[in-house]
């Protein structure tokens, strides 16, 4: 069923498309299979079908904004890695993003990609580091030889 | 640039589906029982964590159709513990389908296939969840009110007080039904305490006042349901205490019961409420119970359950998170036998121990080794403990058939027998279990066909009209012992004499030891019994049973008294499979031997003085005023006579059959734990060797069984 060599899967939410494209045709050139939706309610249907690693979510969107989007996240896919980004932000809200485990918040405009790749490639180190984690275990327990 | 890539490893999801998929099991039967037991959360509760971690987890490995599944289940659930929704036959219904299809989906997984082999399915499950998610509040049993209803417009409550009271009950079951009195209100003591309280500022506190509080503190404490309420108001209560004696009502205490009756905890606690006027007897009061049994009117019983009834202590699924595992006995048993081994281990290290000792490596490396060696020890203990606990059984399984034998036998032969056991929660392996079956067996039957006598007889004769058969377990020392006692007529040894005569077992007129008429009816052949019964009376059977029991290492003895009664006695060590014995190892001859600790009294030099040699006893020691019989073992081996003491020996002291004697040996080797291995047939002389042992020194030692060697020496000297 899992293929092997699989690309890392990112989804991007953000109501504006300019945005959605600029990272969606960064990303997918840095080889990442990469997924859109345009506010938290898509986002959260695009969850419910498909394995996403990272999300990396705006927080001013219609229907449901970022905070609530992950919110709702923690709650349904506890293990997936959330980038917040952001134009215009309150104290109340950026501290929601930390209180509900976003790794990080990028400042927009995004002029530069380093902080965000940083980002993310930390958040799959982090998912690949937690499996080899319990692929020891396995292998602590001694398996069934 | 390499392309990052991110892969799901294939063990870890095999592995992880492995788990899930166990963990479904239990829950199926937790649904079962709850169709049985609707009410109780601890299964509602241990059903809803699995399904919510593995809707947490699923995604992680890319199983979303799992997930949606059991995000479902989830919710249904969630919504049963906060009794949004009530457990029906249809609702388990449902979750027990739902169980099934995610348990097919996670096998379909791992065996390669998809999360969607049955897309129809899926989603048809899906829908009824869906369904039953959105099922409207149960309806609230309003066939109370009614049925109180008409019992109030009944003549027969003649008593008005008692109406009135009725009908009140009638008012606050409607009022809670219909919302009017809702859960979260605040209980009266509350609010006095913070109206006097106040918002703000110190208020004056009167004596009075300050009383009310105190009063309303404690019935607070019995209104509130959750641990966390009952910790604030005890906090409180003891600053109360503290505090108000010495300087009154202060200004912290004031403080501190602003702040946590306003804090969130208490707003949102549900508070029992105690407004039933506390004569109505069937009401517990500070709680609204819905079955007032009214005991004057003749009604029928009203079936409800009462509301806050305590938690029912016995829930159908007792295991809780008691896991249990299948295990092969092969696998445990074979654990034993490296048990045995690991203790030869253990002597090994003690033994190079001792050369590392005496060698030059620095002390504190010797220091290291020995606190290694201490901990091995002490591991290597607790694994043949931890082993041999998992074999034992309660004593009692044994036990358990033998009153109800004991009163067949009896009645049959129109006996009257009552049966005692003692000490039937003492543990054994499992394996003694089955040893002491056939044995126990026959010797209670025995003990009622032979030994007590019919009740006349035993009338006559000045006894109870009962017998009475005492079974009893202990621990002796490191033996399990079995006694069997019983207070008859004790064994006829003329009869059995009689019958061994005729079996042709013993010539006319030899002379018998009562050890050797007992040993006798362990003989096959030897049953007195006039007619041979189906009961006891075939003549086989001790014989067979001694051997069963000798096999394991244990003994069995009889003894009797003529009119009063017989007493066998079942010896088992304690250390199954593996005899594990505490050895005093010798070397006599270069050749070394091990002698049970337990039997060993000292050892010493003897001086010439004290040896002295007598025609027809062989060599006398005179040792603390005790005469003791010299052995030597290589003469006793090589069947020649004893030749005196050899020239510096060192004598062993040995306790055999309650009497000493001095065993001749050149060196002493030591005291260790051995392992003693049963050996067969070993042609010459085995019967004086209970096992070989294997040393530190990775030398075989032979283990001297001192009741056979004693026994030799008596029988050569009596032939001098």
């Given at each position: 069923m899992f293929k092997k060599n699989?690309?890392?899967?990112?989804?991007?939410?953000?109501?504006?498309?300019?945005?959605?494209?600029?990272?969606?045709?960064?990303?997918?050139?840095?080889?990442?299979?990469?997924?859109?939706?345009?506010?938290?309610?898509?986002?959260?249907?695009?969850?419910?079908?498909?394995?996403?690693?990272?999300?990396?979510?705006?927080?001013?969107?219609?229907?449901?904004?970022?905070?609530?989007?992950?919110?709702?996240?923690r709650l349904d896919y506890p293990t997936v890695h959330v980038i917040i980004m952001t134009g215009y932000i309150t104290m109340e809200n950026l501290l929601a993003a930390l209180r509900y485990g976003a790794d990080t918040c990028i400042f927009k405009p995004i002029t530069n990609f380093d902080e965000m790749d940083e980002s993310v490639e930390h958040a799959i180190q982090h998912l690949k580091v937690w499996q080899k984690k319990l692929r020891e275990l396995q292998s602590l327990k001694g398996g069934d030889q | 640039m390499s392309a990052v890539t991110y892969d799901i490893d294939p063990e870890l999801l095999r592995e992880f589906l492995d788990d899930a998929i166990d963990n479904l099991t239990p829950i199926e039967e937790s649904l079962l029982s709850l169709e049985h037991d609707p009410e109780n959360m601890d299964l509602i509760n241990k059903v809803f964590r699995p399904f919510h971690s593995l809707k947490g987890n699923a995604p992680f490995f890319g199983l979303m159709k799992v997930k949606k599944l059991a995000h479902k289940v989830e919710t249904i659930l969630d919504r049963l513990r906060k009794h949004e929704l009530t457990v029906d036959k249809s609702i388990v219904k449902i979750l027990i389908s739902a169980v099934d299809l995610l348990h097919s989906m996670l096998k379909s997984v791992r065996d390669g296939a998809t999360e969607l082999e049955d897309p129809e399915k899926y989603k048809s499950i899906i829908d009824d969840l869906e369904i039953s998610e959105a099922k409207p509040l149960a309806e609230p049993p309003d066939t109370l009110s009614k049925v109180l209803q008409k019992l109030v417009e009944l003549e027969t409550i003649v008593d008005t007080d008692k109406r009135v009271y009725v009908k009140e009950i009638i008012n606050l079951i409607n009022a809670e039904n219909s919302g009017v009195i809702s859960h979260n209100e605040q209980p009266d003591p509350l609010k006095k305490i913070l109206e006097i309280v106040g918002k703000d500022g110190l208020p004056e506190v009167t004596d009075e006042q300050a009383n009310i509080i105190k009063e309303r503190l404690k019935q607070l404490k019995k209104l509130a349901s959750s641990p966390k309420v009952k910790a604030i108001i005890k906090d409180i209560w003891d600053s109360y205490m503290t505090i108000f004696p010495k300087i009154g009502f202060d200004q912290i205490l004031v403080e501190l019961i602003r702040e946590k009756f306003n804090s969130e905890t208490i707003l949102s606690e549900v508070w029992k409420t105690d407004k039933i006027p506390p004569k109505i007897d069937e009401a517990a009061p500070g709680k609204i119970e819905k079955t007032p049994s009214i005991e004057e009117i003749d009604k029928q019983p009203i079936e409800e359950e009462p509301v806050e009834l305590p938690v029912k202590k016995e829930s159908v699924m007792t295991d809780n998170s008691d896991k249990t595992m299948r295990v092969s006995e092969v696998k445990i048993d074979g654990f034993l036998d490296y048990v045995g081994e690991l203790l030869v281990v253990q002597e090994m290290f003690r033994f190079f121990g001792k050369s590392v000792t005496r060698s030059n490596i620095e002390r504190a490396q010797i220091l290291e080794f020995r606190r290694i060696l201490d901990t091995f020890d002490s591991l290597s203990d607790n694994m043949r403990k931890s082993i041999l606990s998992i074999r034992s059984l309660p004593i009692k399984r044994v036990f358990q058939k033998l009153p109800r034998i004991v009163r067949d036998i009896a009645d049959k032969t129109n006996k009257k027998v009552n049966v005692e056991i003692q000490g039937e929660e003492l543990l054994i392996d499992k394996s003694y279990v089955e040893i002491l079956d056939a044995p126990l067996v026959h010797i209670i039957r025995n003990s009622i066909d032979h030994g007590i006598e019919p009740a006349e007889n035993r009338l006559t004769s000045g006894k109870s009209e009962e017998g009475t058969v005492v079974v009893r377990a202990e621990i002796v020392e490191s033996n399990i012992v079995v006694t069997i006692q019983d207070d008859g007529a004790g064994i006829n040894f003329d009869a059995v004499r009689e019958k061994a005569i005729e079996n042709g077992l013993i010539e006319v007129g030899e002379p018998l030891t009562e050890a050797k008429l007992v040993d006798l009816l362990f003989e096959s052949g030897v049953s007195t019994a006039k007619e041979i019964t189906d009961i006891s009376g075939r003549g086989v059977g001790m014989d067979v049973v001694r051997e069963n029991i000798e096999i394991f290492g244990g003994t069995i003895s009889i003894s009797s008294e003529r009119g009063l009664g017989t007493k066998s006695i079942i010896s088992l060590p304690r250390n199954v499979t593996t005899q594990i014995v505490d050895g005093f190892i010798v070397s006599v001859n270069n050749e070394s031997y091990v002698l049970p600790m337990s039997a060993v009294i000292e050892s010493f030099s003897p001086s010439d003085a004290e040896i002295s040699t007598v025609t027809g006893k062989g060599t006398i020691v005179k040792r603390h005023d005790s005469l003791q019989t010299l052995v030597s073992i290589p003469a006793l081996l090589m069947g020649i006579k004893d030749t005196g003491a050899p020239d510096n020996c060192i004598l062993v002291s040995v306790d055999v059959k309650g009497e000493s004697y001095a065993f001749a040996v050149d060196k002493l080797l030591g005291v260790n734990k051995v392992v003693v291995k049963p050996v067969d047939d070993i042609l010459f002389h085995n019967h004086f060797f209970g096992g070989a042992a294997i040393t530190g020194d990775g030398k075989i030692a032979m283990v001297l069984d001192l009741d056979k060697m004693i026994e030799d020496v008596h029988s050569d000297t009596s032939e001098v």
């Open positions: 699989e690309k890392p899967r990112l989804l991007i939410v953000d109501d504006e498309e300019d945005i959605r494209e600029l990272l969606s045709r960064h990303y997918r050139f840095k080889g990442y299979n990469v997924l859109t939706a345009c506010n938290g309610l898509d986002a959260l249907e695009v969850m419910n079908n498909e394995r996403v690693e990272v999300v990396i979510s705006d927080i001013l969107m219609p229907e449901m904004d970022g905070v609530e989007l992950l919110h709702k996240l | -």
